[in-house]
């Protein structure tokens, strides 16, 4: 037994085992979920795609989201955060593997779905495992936690330096080889997660109290509108960078800035992160994130790309992570596990109704400047909604 097999001995190295378990969103979120939005093009071209059932394979990735939040409390009182953060971020390995097996869209929504399902399973885990290492440094606790959701950006980075100059050198049709290449990247990605001493955190699911909606609930209708805000530019800006003119350069300078602006979050945001108890912090960067989203609407110059590009990137990523924040400073620890995955359940629902719709209206008028208006309005108000929360007495 190591020190950190312990639940009662603090971690030697809380950045370097949150980096290390920062892989797990790097895989489900940064290349499970958003490798899609580098890939879509071309897999619409092929498979002869409207813009509602591209749409559908985010939402039912998004579906998969939402199911495996809601069961990951119980899994965790069953197995651990450690073994759940690793079965979720396998089964995403696998899933992309599956998505370059076939054309059929009955296959790849199955792969999108258990996509979904395990990213869910790892972030939630995760994302509680995280909360626990940082709290054995209180006074960075907010930098720390933040490591954690810079992990999505290393797998969007990543992916945006391969897969538009894969697809280009291989030519049309080649989308299937850009799944193969994400999901070799993402076994490699796994490896150090698989074999990190993680600490298993047993005590967070005893005696923990029921997590209730009703003081939170502006705060959770809060995040549903950022989850249905965020995924229609993710899910559509690369093709709407593809449609102005842009070629693999200028899809991947795009797509790494936003991965890149990640690296930078734990230093712009942990200051706001931490000035607030309540729901101030997410109404602040959540607003940023809206003003990202409406910026191509005004042009499509590289300079007006790029500055959307990193305002959105930036402020994407400490969404998320201020509503851990919002619950490490409102719950006790025996309740964060379900704090967060009724957050992410939140966030999920969200995220499953946006591309649909987003996807349905794109189709109706014919023009994705319509999706990027509807997507930076749901940001926005998600953003208002946060504002009247208030601040709990902890548990």
Not at 165 to 188: D, K, N, R, T, Y
Not at 246 to 259: E, R
């Amino acid at each position: 037994m190591t020190l950190l097999d312990r639940p009662d001995a603090p971690p030697a190295h809380p950045a370097r085992l949150i980096l290390i378990l920062s892989l797990a969103p790097t895989v489900g979120l940064g290349i499970g979920r958003f490798a899609y939005s580098l890939l879509l093009p071309d897999m619409r071209d092929s498979l002869q795609w409207s813009y509602s059932a591209a749409g559908f394979m985010n939402t039912v990735n998004a579906a998969g989201y939402l199911a495996g939040a809601l069961a990951t409390s119980q899994l965790v009182r069953r197995y651990g955060l450690a073994a759940i953060v690793r079965a979720g971020t396998l089964a995403c390995v696998a899933s992309l593997a599956l998505c370059a097996l076939s054309g059929s869209f009955v296959a790849l929504s199955a792969a999108r779905l258990i996509a979904g399902i395990g990213a869910a399973l790892a972030f939630v885990a995760g994302g509680a495992l995280a909360t626990t290492i940082a709290q054995s440094q209180p006074a960075r606790s907010a930098f720390l936690l933040s490591l954690f959701y810079a992990g999505p950006g290393i797998g969007i980075l990543s992916s945006g330096l391969i897969t538009p100059f894969l697809l280009e050198a291989a030519g049309p049709g080649s989308w299937w080889i850009g799944w193969l290449v994400m999901a070799v990247l993402s076994a490699a990605m796994t490896l150090p997660l698989l074999l990190a001493p993680l600490a298993s955190a047993a005590n967070l699911g005893g005696g923990a109290a029921r997590f209730t909606i009703r003081p939170v609930w502006i705060y959770l209708a809060g995040y549903f509108m950022f989850g249905a805000g965020y995924i229609a530019y993710m899910t559509f800006m690369i093709a709407y960078v593809r449609d102005a003119g842009g070629g693999a350069a200028a899809q991947s300078a795009f797509w790494c800035l936003i991965g890149a602006s990640a690296f930078v979050t734990p230093w712009v945001w942990r200051r706001i992160m931490a000035m607030d108890r309540g729901g101030m912090s997410t109404t602040i960067i959540l607003g940023v994130n809206a003003v990202g989203a409406v910026l191509p609407l005004f042009g499509l110059s590289p300079l007006m790309l790029a500055i959307s590009a990193l305002v959105f990137g930036v402020s994407f990523f400490a969404v998320v992570a201020s509503t851990t924040a919002f619950v490490r400073f409102n719950y006790s620890q025996a309740q964060w596990p379900g704090a967060i995955a009724a957050m992410t359940i939140a966030f999920g629902i969200g995220q499953t109704l946006g591309p649909l719709l987003v996807g349905a209206i794109t189709d109706a008028i014919g023009s994705l400047s319509s999706a990027l208006a509807v997507s930076a309005a749901t940001l926005a108000l998600g953003a208002v909604l946060s504002a009247f929360q208030r601040p709990l007495r902890r548990a």
